[in-house]
């Protein structure tokens, strides 16, 4: 049913990555998928703001997002599952989007936070995933 699944995780959350990964892994046994894990580097919305940073920070930033993500999926237990590394820069739910589609993903899964009254109002990441994907999506709640 699914041949190749994308799971979005935030860094700075391990353990909703860790959990959203476990629980699109144990899919792709299922369906014999591969797994493919984004990181979406947020980019600046206005120059002003961009400016203020030195020179190579945005690079450097990228690189650091890199090497984290490598770290944790180098830790992940061995798996049967081919799991590739990706590193995005933009616009989070829009770079998940890009992501899916030019990799092919015909299923997204990814963690959602319990909503807030002001993300009824905006509109969370995996609320605009889920309104705009081609992909189906399976949302992970966050229990707390």
Do not use: C, W
């Not at 899919?27 to 580097?41: E, F, G, Q, S, Y």
């Not at 120059?47 to 180098?74: C, H, Q, W, Y």
């Not at 590394?85 to 989007?97: K, L, Q």
Request: hydrophobic share 50%; aromatic share 4%; glycine share 4%.
């Amino acid at each position: 049913m699914f041949e190749r699944i994308l799971v979005p995780v935030d860094l700075g959350e391990p353990e909703i990555g860790a959990r959203s990964l476990a629980v699109a892994e144990e899919l792709a046994v299922k369906h014999d998928a591969r797994l493919d894990v984004l990181t979406v580097v947020p980019t600046y919305s206005m120059s002003i703001v961009g400016a203020a940073f030195p020179k190579n920070f945005e690079e450097a930033t990228l690189e650091a997002a890199r090497s984290a993500l490598k770290t944790m999926l180098d830790a992940r237990p061995a798996s049967q599952v081919t799991i590739k590394g990706h590193v995005a820069h933009g616009t989070i739910y829009d770079e998940i989007m890009k992501a899916a589609d030019a990799l092919g993903a015909d299923l997204i899964v990814m963690a959602s936070h319990r909503p807030a009254l002001k993300d009824y109002l905006l509109g969370p990441n995996a609320a605009r995933v889920v309104r705009h994907a081609r992909q189906s999506v399976f949302v992970l709640r966050d229990a707390a």
